[in-house]
């Protein structure tokens, strides 16, 4: 399987992000509009509606988190590890607002079939990890939470305010078409600056809670902008730079070549001696299969050999 690039629908918004500032700089705020980006990663991944749900999600929290990277080389992860069905999930962007990501368990395990789009009981207890891979740093830099709603939203809110002591608000939504396809996926990101008043964040997530469906809104072809004069107005928005976003991957075959090239020297004779052929490698972050026939697997042992005899 390639990359699947899907086309664009007649009337549909192209993805994108916007920043802006509230109340005097006091405020400062991200919009991301996904469809396309949720719709591409469903197709790679084969995903159910509730696994796009919950990936979809997380994708485009990502997407909202890569504005707090200062350059393209920069990475920010999200992490999930839970005892629920969805056992656990990793999504990964870099400043270009590249998103790539996978979940633990696909198709997600049930019982029986959810009765609402409350995903808490799939999460279950876990953690929330943020980890952030800077250009200069040898390590990266990671903060941990415990999940404390089950809502991916909710629990990115959580962090920044239990391990950096910001108050955020945050919104993630997608909204299906009746016949279950992505119609519509997009986020909102708040975060109190140093000179906002507690009451201001307040009065933010209390409208936040009023807002409508940010997906039903993306879907029904709304744009960003429509978010600012619209439900913000009365926080006097001031709108700043856009942003792309986009699911990438940069797997390929010849880094795919480099992971084999990198294994013992005996437990790659033995899948170019016996295979099975072709030898197939899947990236998870992208679900693109690799194939390596008799032929290649021989040339890449040749390549290692030579290798560690120079």
């Given at each position: 399987m390639?990359?699947?690039?899907?086309?664009?629908?007649?009337?549909?918004?192209?993805d994108g992000l916007l920043r802006f500032f509230l109340a005097g700089q006091a405020v400062r705020g991200v919009l991301v509009a996904g469809t396309r980006m949720v719709r591409e990663m469903r197709a790679n991944h084969g995903l159910g509606l509730l696994e796009t749900l919950v990936l979809g999600h997380a994708y485009l929290g990502a997407a909202l988190l890569s504005t707090t990277l200062k350059g393209e080389r920069e990475r920010l992860r999200i992490?999930?590890?839970?005892?629920?069905?969805?056992?656990?999930?990793?999504?990964?962007?870099?400043?270009?607002?590249?998103?790539?990501?996978?979940?633990?368990?696909?198709?997600?395990?049930?019982?029986?079939?959810?009765?609402?789009?409350?995903?808490?009981?799939?999460?279950?207890?876990?953690?929330?990890?943020?980890?952030?891979?800077?250009?200069?740093?040898?390590?990266?830099?990671?903060?941990?939470?415990?999940?404390?709603?089950?809502?991916?939203?909710?629990?990115?809110?959580?962090?920044?305010?239990?391990?950096?002591?910001?108050?955020t608000a945050t919104a993630l939504s997608i909204q299906f078409s009746q016949d279950g396809e992505v119609a519509g996926a997009g986020g909102l990101?708040?975060?109190a600056l140093p000179n906002a008043e507690p009451a201001l964040m307040k009065g933010l997530t209390t409208r936040l809670a009023e807002f409508p469906s940010l997906g039903r809104f993306l879907a029904g072809g709304g744009g960003l902008e429509g978010i600012l004069s619209g439900p913000l107005a009365d926080f006097a928005p001031e709108p700043l730079a856009r942003g792309q976003i986009e699911f990438f991957c940069p797997c390929d075959e010849e880094r795919i070549s480099a992971l084999l090239l990198a294994l013992p020297r005996e437990d790659l004779a033995e899948l170019s001696g016996k295979g099975p052929f072709p030898v197939e490698i899947s990236c998870h972050y992208c679900n693109?299969?690799?194939?390596?026939?008799?032929?290649?697997?021989?040339?890449?042992?040749?390549?290692?050999?030579?290798?560690?005899e120079a």
């Open positions: 390639r990359k699947r690039s899907i086309p664009e629908r007649e009337g549909e918004s192209g992490g999930v590890e839970c005892s629920g069905p969805i056992k656990g999930l990793l999504v990964e962007v870099n400043g270009a607002g590249q998103v790539r990501g996978y979940l633990q368990a696909v198709p997600i395990p049930l019982e029986r079939e959810p009765d609402s789009f409350d995903l808490s009981p799939f999460f279950g207890a876990g953690f929330l990890s943020i980890s952030r891979y800077l250009e200069d740093a040898r390590q990266p830099f990671t903060g941990k939470v415990m999940l404390e709603y089950g809502n991916l939203a909710q629990d990115l809110s959580n962090y920044y305010l239990t391990s950096e002591q910001i108050p990101f708040l975060q693109t299969d690799y194939s390596f026939d008799r032929q290649a697997m021989a040339r890449l042992l040749r390549e290692q050999a030579a290798a560690g």
